[in-house]
């Protein structure tokens, strides 16, 4: 399974890079020879206060950063709440039990649809964030 080339030229990897890139034009069906191709990699360093400039510039990445911060604490919030407070909700051990499983299926059926709509990786950031 071929890596990213991007991810080969950082780790010093050009053979590697080259290797993928042919590969890939295999698959699009273009022979095309990377021996004679110099590949280079620049670093893109930013800082913590450059990278929220981005949410400025970028409004589809703050909506959809926002949007998964709001619906992961919702998450969150009715999952753990209810799974660590299942002796507060009822007298009845059953029935706390019954309210705790209600909220996994929520949490979990809300996460999925969270998933599809903004990406995994973003969900998992925004709510290890929270």
Known sequence: YPISPRFALVRGREEGA????????????NETSMADVNLTYKK???TF???LKDFKTHP?????????LIAGFIVAVLFYGFSFGWVQISSDLYTGHLAAAISKCFGYSSAIPLCNLIGRKKTLLSILAL
């Not at 080259?18 to 069906?29: H, V």
């Open 18 to 29: 080259k290797r993928t890139l042919e590969s890939f034009s295999r698959l699009c069906n």
């Open 44 to 46: 893109r360093v930013l």
């Open 49 to 51: 206060f450059q990278q």
């Open 60 to 68: 589809t990445l703050r909506k959809e950063t926002l949007l998964g």
